[in-house]
Nanobody, 120 residues
Framework: QVQLVESGGGLVQPGGSLRLSCAASGSGFSIYALGWYRQAPGKKRELVVGITKVGSTIYGDSVKGRLTISRDNSKNMVCLQMDSLKPEDTAVYYC??????????????WGQGTQVTISS
């Protein structure tokens, strides 16, 4: 069993930055793939970025070059650095821990979500 707690969301102006963090409890963190997903109002939850246990990454097309994922297995943490934010990045962001890299499939453990709002 893995429990996840996200932090770092908030209200930012367009062009600004935010850093989301996700702390995991439980064992075996280093063997999991990790992901950040988001869900905007009226839309399906979508993958923002994923990172495998060996550090390979996959980014959604809309966020390439602006968002960066990192993991620290010694601290059981995964972070998402978000730069050059746009209003369309507004969503609830969820941390995910999973045992496969079938990123399109909703599975694994999920955090409670943190709201990110980009608005002037």
């Amino acid at each position: 069993q893995v429990q996840l707690v996200e932090s770092g969301g908030g209200l930012v102006q367009p062009g600004g930055s935010l850093r989301l963090s996700c702390a995991a409890s439980g064992s075996g963190f280093s063997i999991y793939a990790l992901g950040w997903y988001r869900q905007a109002p009226g839309k399906k939850r979508e993958l923002v970025v994923g990172i495998t246990k060996v550090g390979s990454t996959i980014y959604g097309d809309s966020v390439k070059g602006r968002l960066t994922i990192s993991r620290d297995n010694s601290k059981n943490m995964v972070c998402l650095q978000m730069d050059s934010l746009k209003p369309e990045d507004t969503a609830v962001y969820y941390c995910n821990v999973r045992w496969t890299t079938s990123w399109a499939v909703e599975l694994g453990y999920w955090g409670q979500g943190t709201q990110v709002t980009i608005s002037s």
